[in-house]
């Protein structure tokens, strides 16, 4: 296993150009499944959950390319409709196939995706919502078993939760489903508009409105299409709370900063002092920020995928903040890290309370789920002293090897084996 050694009261200076969205690959990386046809895909980020799809999607027969950041995949000849437990359990993207095998081949075969770190993730507005559409789904050995009797269907499906990959893999179903579907309550995240403009580059009919509400005209067929990426938010987000807790002169390029404003306008709100660009945000030192009170909730509400970076910070404010999850049910495993390294922050229930002002100080913690581990990389940087950061293959499940990354721009960061 991987640790990382990372030395506090880090210097961070110069820029950093965010890559390809993690949220936004994989789906769109599924999406080739609905086609014979080839799909180009650029600005793909090198992580292990990339190249889990990839392997997952080639374990199907597609035939995948890779050169650098692009990705070309073609699936005119799938074979086996089974994703095995091994590679399913580690990457909860995997379900996504479901949507797609169910439209293009009548039926489908996937291992649950177990529980993690976070909660334990269930798939009923997955299935519920491609019942609408025509499917059965039966469950044998850990296994969900889908099946179409004829085909697919269009029809009105308003989700209970948007939940962002059931709106997925509905939104990928209902593309080449006979007839009109319409989704009520989808998820309203930037990478749902970013698979819907994939799509539609393919011959999808697509109308992702701007209130939860998308349509779909079903076609017969998808055609060859070629992608770019769009940026990722939430490695953007990180990088400017790490700016932020680390009070340097710093910018964060290539992004859509629009998707980003829950985040700028609540730092803002604190006190931080930032320039928003269209594609960037400048980061300038500032007097210590003050504590707030904030909950997560779906997009364009504060992402919960910036939850536990965001409480790195708190500790660091004047004063006192709290944070409600109303996401994930188990989404605080970073806190109990936290206060090793120096934090003061109590958990009640879906609430943290985090003290302000506190000094960090270097210390040997534990990864879990992805944000957490980032979570303690932000803290270990503001730290006294060096910190050890243990079973980082969570951290590189979403950020590129983040010792050169964010090593290169000051920070003394080692990676060494244990
Ligand atoms: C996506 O997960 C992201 N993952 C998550 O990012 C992100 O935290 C989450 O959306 C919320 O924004 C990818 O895009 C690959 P949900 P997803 O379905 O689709 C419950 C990261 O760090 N739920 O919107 O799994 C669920 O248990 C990851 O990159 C059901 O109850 O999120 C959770 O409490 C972590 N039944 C809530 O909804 C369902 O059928 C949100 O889940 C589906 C979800």
Do not use: W
């Not at 035939?63 to 995949?73: A, F, G, T």
């Not at 002002?357 to 270990?380: E, F, I, P």
């Not at 940087?381 to 910190?387: D, I, Q, V």
């Amino acid at each position: 296993m991987d640790r990382l050694i990372i030395k506090g009261k880090a210097d961070l200076k110069g820029s950093i150009k965010i890559k390809g969205s993690k949220n936004s690959a994989l789906p769109i990386m599924v999406s080739a499944l609905l086609t014979r046809s080839p799909l180009k895909l650029k600005n793909l980020p090198k992580l292990d959950d990339i190249d889990n799809m990839s392997k997952l999607l080639r374990s199907y027969g597609a035939n995948i390319k890779s050169k650098q950041d692009n990705l070309e995949i073609k699936c005119n000849n799938i074979t086996n409709r089974d994703a095995d437990y091994d590679i399913v359990r580690k990457m909860r993207a995997s379900i996504l196939i479901l949507g797609p095998l169910l439209a293009r081949f009548g039926k489908a075969r996937i291992s649950l995706p177990g529980g993690c770190a976070i909660g334990t993730r269930p798939i009923d507005i997955h299935l519920e919502g491609l019942k609408k559409l025509g499917a059965n789904f039966s469950f044998e050995n850990g296994y969900v078993v889908g099946a179409v009797e004829d085909e697919l269907i269009g029809k009105h499906i308003t989700l209970p939760f948007p939940s962002v990959g059931a709106t997925e893999n509905i939104l990928m179903a209902a593309s080449i489903a006979k007839g009109k579907t319409i989704i009520e309550n989808a998820a309203r995240e930037p990478e749902i508009n970013d698979l819907a403009f994939a799509l539609n580059k393919m011959g999808a009919k697509i109308n992702v409105k701007n209130n939860g509400i998308i349509k779909i005209d079903g076609v017969n067929s998808l055609t060859q299409a070629t992608h770019k990426i769009m940026s990722d938010r939430i490695v953007a987000g990180t990088f400017v709370i790490a700016a932020v807790m680390l009070n340097k002169k710093f910018e964060v390029k290539e992004i859509i900063s629009s998707n980003l404003e829950a985040l700028t306008s609540l730092l803002i709100k604190m006190g931080a002092k930032l320039k928003v660009k269209k594609t960037s945000i400048q980061i300038m030192p500032s007097k210590k920020l003050n504590g707030i009170k904030i909950q997560t909730a779906p997009y364009p509400g504060f992402p919960t995928d910036l939850q536990a970076q965001i409480m790195a910070l708190m500790s660091l404010a004047n004063g006192n903040s709290q944070i409600k999850e109303n996401i994930f049910e188990n989404r605080f495993m970073h806190v109990p890290e936290l206060n090793r390294l120096g934090a003061n922050i109590k958990v009640k229930k879906d609430i943290a309370f985090i003290s302000g002002n506190r000094h960090l100080k270097g210390a040997q913690v534990m990864a879990s789920d992805l944000r957490a581990s980032v979570s303690l990389v932000l803290a270990a940087l503001c730290a006294e002293g060096e910190s050890v950061i243990n079973r980082v293959y969570h951290l590189d499940r979403g950020y590129e090897k983040i010792e050169h990354t964010l090593g290169s721009l000051g920070p003394s960061i080692k990676r060494e084996k244990y």
